[in-house]
């Protein structure tokens, strides 16, 4: 899938907006996924339509792994802060992710910077409940009382002796992470919320929705779902062998 979005706009000869074919023409081999209600070409829409889908998804993971990963960190070592941090975490948690995105998108003009920061808002806290459990755990051990003994402050065992235990932790909710943003903004993108005018996967699902489903345009809906099938899948299963990899308890 990455191949594909990489060479894809030097190979196929045809822009997402052209006019490429017949009206709602079946897969073919001048056009593999077939044409939409204008004639577009779903395959250049697809190809075109991963990069802002696919650039949510990094950045929202990114960051919210980033404040995660932070919030899990000072959560595990001070406990004054874990009562704060971690309930914070668990509010967050309690609240169902996709109805809280549409009431946001209902509520504002929706923009990609919007999209980010509500992704953030609820995909940190799950990072930052598995970094805490990491941190509590590995400032239990003997070189972390080794460092504190030596004279190392607690910010300084934390930052140098800790977290590079942990970090890898950390990457693999990233990649985790960039799975469930790239589902969760292409669902609201098919339920309206985004701007239709943008090709993304989200998108051309949403225009099937209003012109392809009653036609019976299968391939219509085929072509992007598979495309968000694979990529989430791909990403979940790196991001599930990292931890299997780096997590000391997975990998006993």
């Given at each position: 899938?990455?191949?594909?979005?990489?060479?894809?706009?030097?190979?196929?000869?045809?822009?997402?907006?052209?006019?490429?074919?017949?009206?709602?023409?079946?897969?073919?081999?001048?056009?593999?996924?077939?044409?939409?209600?204008?004639?577009?070409?779903?395959?250049?829409?697809?190809?075109?339509?991963?990069?802002?889908?696919?650039?949510?998804?990094?950045?929202?993971?990114?960051?919210?792994?980033?404040?995660?990963?932070?919030?899990?960190?000072?959560?595990?070592?001070?406990?004054?802060?874990?009562?704060?941090?971690?309930?914070?975490?668990?509010?967050?948690?309690?609240?169902?992710?996709?109805?809280l995105?549409?009431?946001?998108?209902?509520?504002?003009?929706?923009?990609n910077?919007?999209?980010?920061?509500?992704?953030?808002?609820?995909?940190?806290?799950?990072?930052?409940?598995?970094?805490?459990?990491?941190?509590?755990?590995?400032?239990?051990?003997?070189?972390?009382?080794?460092?504190?003994?030596?004279?190392?402050?607690?910010?300084?065992?934390?930052?140098?002796?800790?977290?590079?235990?942990?970090?890898?932790?950390?990457?693999?909710?990233?990649?985790?992470l960039?799975?469930?943003?790239?589902?969760?903004?292409?669902?609201?993108?098919?339920?309206?919320?985004?701007?239709?005018?943008?090709?993304?996967?989200?998108?051309?699902?949403?225009?099937?929705?209003?012109?392809?489903f009653?036609?019976?345009?299968?391939?219509?809906?085929?072509a992007?779902?598979?495309?968000?099938?694979?990529?989430?899948?791909?990403?979940?299963?790196?991001?599930?062998?990292?931890?299997?990899?780096?997590?000391?308890?997975?990998?006993?």
């Amino acid at each position: 899938m990455l191949a594909l979005v990489l060479i894809g706009p030097f190979v196929i000869q045809y822009m997402p907006s052209d006019i490429a074919g017949p009206q709602n023409s079946p897969p073919s081999l001048a056009h593999p996924c077939g044409t939409d209600y204008l004639g577009h070409d779903l395959l250049s829409q697809v190809v075109y339509g991963a990069y802002p889908s696919l650039l949510v998804g990094v950045v929202a993971a990114l960051a919210a792994s980033v404040l995660g990963f932070v919030v899990g960190a000072l959560a595990g070592y001070y406990g004054k802060a874990e009562i704060v941090l971690a309930g914070s975490s668990d509010i967050v948690m309690s609240f169902p992710a996709l109805p809280l995105l549409i009431l946001v998108g209902t509520l504002f003009v929706v923009t990609n910077q919007l999209i980010i920061a509500a992704l953030v808002l609820v995909l940190w806290a799950p990072a930052a409940r598995a970094i805490r459990a990491q941190v509590a755990s590995v400032k239990k051990m003997p070189y972390v009382d080794a460092a504190r003994v030596s004279g190392l402050k607690d910010r300084e065992i934390l930052w140098k002796v800790i977290v590079p235990k942990v970090a890898s932790i950390g990457m693999a909710y990233f990649v985790f992470l960039v799975s469930v943003s790239i589902v969760l903004v292409t669902a609201l993108e098919f339920l309206g919320i985004g701007n239709p005018d943008v090709i993304s996967w989200g998108s051309i699902l949403f225009f099937a929705q209003q012109y392809g489903f009653y036609q019976g345009d299968w391939w219509w809906v085929l072509a992007p779902g598979l495309a968000i099938t694979i990529v989430a899948t791909g990403f979940a299963l790196i991001g599930f062998s990292f931890e299997e990899i780096f997590n000391p308890r997975l990998r006993a």
